[in-house]
Structures are given as C-alpha cells and as structure tokens.
C-alpha cells in the first residue's frame, strides 16, 4: 500500500465514523450501517491532485519537498496589505476527489475582497512537529516568493484544527488570527492517543510509542500551548455544533476558549444549537466569513 493509499483509507475511516455519528437518532436505538460505497465515497473526496477554478482567482501548483501545495491568486483587486487565508486540511479550497470544491463560498468571496488562499497537504499528522515543520516551509516560500502578509488567517476545519494550531503555538508570530469549523484542538478528546501514534504517515508522525506520547503529551496538546498565541494577541473564533459527538464543543472549542481568555487573548464561540459534525451551514456562515475577511 501507498502512502497516498493509506491517507485514503485513513480518511475514509475518518468520514464514516463522522457519517455514524450523524445518522444516529437515539441513543437507545440501534446504530446504522455505514454501506461500504459510503466508505469508498469518503475517501475518495481526498484528492490526489491539485485542481480547481474560480470567480475571480487563478490556481498555482506548488510543492514543498515532496507534498502537494498551492496558491490561488485574486485575479481583480489585491488586497494592499496582500492577506490571506490559509486552509487546513489543505484540500477544502481546491477540487476534492469529486472535482468540487468544499468551501468556494467563502474562498471566492476571500478571493475578491484580494485576499490569496493557499494549502499544504501534510496528511491527517494531527499537529506533529514534523508537520508543523513542512508548514513553515512553505509559509516561508510564500512569502518570499508571493510577498505575501507576514501574518497569515488561518482555517481549521475538524483534523485540520489540530494542524493548524500544531504549525500556529510553534510560530505565533506568524499567524494573525485563527478560524475552527467544529476543529478539533485536544487530542485526547480527538482522535484519542491510541490513534494518535496510528493515524500520521510515517514522516509526519511523532515519531514516539504511546507510552512516550502519554507521558509528553501536554507538550504537544493545543489546547495546553495556547499562551504564544495569547503574547502575539491572535484572535481566535470557532464556529461549532453544540450536539457534535464525533469532536464534543466542550472539550475542544469551549475549553480552548476559555484557557484563551485566562491567559488575556481573545476567542470566541459560535454555538450552533442542535448540529452535530459537517454541514454547509458551518462553513457558509456569516460570522465566520466576517472574521476571516475584516
């Protein structure tokens, strides 16, 4: 098997579970089958190329190393202070495996107030230093390259959370502010430590057995390396759904939020009542455009 084969699987494995949790009407009921289409379905949404086009941007392929990124630049007006959003996972504002792209709404809207949108793929690495270490890799190529603000707007959506805050604690000075859709930012709430040494391809893990994890893992938890974000003053929203089972409000947007402010930062929740994990109404929504585009 692959590398780009076991991110598949291993993504597919993600969804359906994610899939589980939203078909589950009662607890007392039983659970419903996820049929094995569903399954290949997920994973094939994670694409194996860069693609994609746009209202007003124009797609560039990059690479750093051997990992998939891009660039997409604004194609009218750039904005003066040449900001930009930057995704995570990295596949939300290109084509998926179906040749659609998850989040236009919001990057084709980024895309003609001039900001540029870029990704890098470094798996489901759940916020390793080695990920962290590739990222500021290509943060750096952009900016030498592109000119781009020293300070980048980042997005996390769900795994994407934990490598976004993953590269953001260890550079805060990097990062302005940070956007979660429903992320995941504890990794012990999400994916738990069993799979946590599991899930990262080899090369972007931590390269450390379960015992060394659960011994060190406040060194490498979000939710407990928050105090850089809070010196740099990065401002901090999540939009979540209070019923989500698959990565729980409480434990990764509400604590976070709250250990933010402790330590005099600001963060704030958009609690959407009676949702669980996914849905347009997450990434369509008009708070979270506002933070990211003010």
């Known amino acids: 098997m692959t590398l780009r084969d076991a991110f598949r699987l291993i993504v597919g494995l993600l969804v359906c579970c994610l899939l589980r949790v939203g078909l589950v009407a009662l ?6 089958a996820v049929s094995q289409a569903d399954a290949e379905r997920a994973a094939k949404m994670v694409p194996t190329r860069i693609g ?5 941007g124009e ?4 690479r750093v190393g051997d990992r998939m990124a891009y660039l997409v630049r604004p194609t009218r007006k750039v904005d003066p202070q040449k900001r ?3 995704e995570f996972p990295f596949w939300l504002g290109i084509n998926d495996g179906f040749g659609n792209v998850q989040h236009r709404n919001y990057v084709e809207r980024a895309l003609a107030a001039g900001f540029h949108v870029a990704g890098v793929d470094v798996g489901p690495s759940c916020g390793s230093p080695a990920a962290a270490k590739v990222c500021q890799e290509f943060y ?8 781009l603000n ?8 769900s795994h994407g959370g934990l490598i976004a805050y993953g590269w953001a604690f260890r550079n805060p000075t990097c990062v302005e502010r940070i956007a979660g859709i429903c992320p995941a930012t504890d990794f012990l709430s999400w994916p738990t430590l069993p799979n946590f040494v599991n899930f990262p391809m080899k090369g972007l893990d931590y390269g450390l057995t379960l015992e060394e994890l659960t011994r060190r893992a406040a060194e490498f938890n979000p939710v407990d390396n928050l105090a850089p974000l809070a010196k740099a003053e990065v401002r901090i929203l999540h939009i979540h759904g209070d019923k989500d089972e698959l990565v729980p409000m409480n434990a990764n947007s509400t604590a ?3 250990r933010y402010r402790e330590l005099g930062g600001s963060a704030e929740i958009v609690v959407l009542e009676g949702l669980g994990h996914g849905g347009k109404v997450l990434y369509e929504s008009e708070p979270l455009i506002k933070f990211l585009l003010e």
Not at 140 to 147: I, Q, Y
Not at 150 to 157: E, H, L, N, P, S
């Open 27 to 32: 607890a007392d009921e039983p659970k419903p």
């Open 52 to 56: 994609g086009t746009y209202r007003g």
């Open 59 to 62: 797609l560039a392929e990059l």
């Open 84 to 86: 930009w959003l930057w």
């Open 140 to 147: 750096k190529s952009l900016l030498a390259d592109s000119g």
């Open 150 to 157: 020293t300070r980048a707007r980042i997005m996390g959506q």
């Open 256 to 258: 976070l939020a709250d």
